[in-house]
């Protein structure tokens, strides 16, 4: 399982947080905002460290040159959205792994949006920070998008992932702990920890797509096969 | 009151706490104690706060007044550790743990929160997860 993690641009904090994840028994994180990082950073670690951007604008176009820009740099792009109009370019973008936030701000999700996703692969996902940090009616609003996002997802068979949403090692919360907080919204536990588990399948994924030996689906540069 | 005979009494779980501040703070037990019951009744309401009766036990952090240094069982030092016991009704381990999940501040200071794991006794809980004496 993953948690992905915003990181303070200093390295200290970035270790904290690999130690704390790799104590909370975490497979590894992905690091929403790598390039604020020292390079090399996400290297010799104990857990895995996954190399993602995120990228935030209110313009569909402007997102749409940053998504090319990035796609050939990071392991994963993630998109915030926020607004219909975000939300709705980010579903309909194959590029895009992850659209995060979708009910933050004035963002909404409905069934056309999560039809896209489905569609196009891009992951939605569901946060629990609004649960684990807010109080109050904020938090009483966080729980309800949560709810409406699983229905729709769970409906549509839309792709997901669950995160914490943690910006500091204190703010990360073991998988149990989550599993545990989801159940008790309504989202069962096996529910939360696949969406954890998520981002490792999705990290390999690309990495694979990456490396050289992928060309293109279903052709690979190896030894020819011999027992034909 | 005479004690109630032991068929009747209440079953309990005791769940051992890994408790972090940034360098410099401290966590009281009392505001370790009231946040976990805010906790359990503004996620699970009433009746489940009621149900799950979050008790801490023991309790132990660095500076708090009294006790020795927390634990130092976690990576990568930097930061004030401390530990809890806090019983729980058998049964209602996942709801309080989801409710401690939900401790993100004690008294304005920012403290990570981690259940380290689950004991049906004081003294196992002590042997396999605490330091605290």
Known sequence: ?228 | MKHLPKHLRPRWRYLSVGLETPPGESVPRRSFQRECWYAAQNLLGDPGSAAADLTVVAFEFDGSGGGTTGSTDEAGAEGEFGEALVRVRRGETDPARAALACIDCIDDVPVGVHVRGVSGTIRAARNSFLELA
Request: charged share 30%; hydrophobic share 35%; net charge negative.
């Open chain 1, 1 to 228: 399982m993953y948690e992905a993690v915003t990181i303070d641009s200093d390295g200290a904090s970035f270790d904290l947080v690999v130690d704390r994840a790799a104590t909370f028994g975490y497979d590894g994180v992905v690091v929403r905002n790598a390039e604020s990082l020292p390079e090399s950073s996400l290297d010799d670690r104990p857990i895995d460290a996954v190399d993602a951007t995120t990228i935030r604008t209110a313009d569909p176009q402007v997102a749409s040159g940053a998504v090319g820009n990035a796609r050939s740099d990071h392991t994963l792009v993630l998109l915030e959205g926020g607004s219909p109009e975000m939300n709705r370019f980010a579903v309909e973008t194959e590029k895009i792994d992850v659209l995060t936030r979708p009910m933050g701000r004035d963002g909404d999700v409905n069934h056309v949006m999560a039809k896209a996703a489905a569609t196009n692969g891009v992951r939605l996902e569901c946060n629990l920070g609004g649960i684990l940090r807010r109080t109050g009616g904020r938090r009483v609003r966080a729980i309800q998008s949560l709810r409406k996002l699983y229905e729709l997802v769970e409906y549509y068979d839309a792709p997901y992932v669950v995160s914490a949403g943690a910006s500091s090692h204190l703010e990360l919360r073991a998988p149990r702990d989550l599993c545990a907080v989801g159940e008790q919204l309504g989202l069962p536990g096996e529910w939360v920890s696949e969406g954890l588990a998520e981002w490792g399948r999705l990290a390999s994924r690309n990495r694979h797509v990456r490396s050289e030996s992928f060309i293109e689906p279903g052709v690979e540069r190896g030894r020819y096969e011999t027992d034909r």
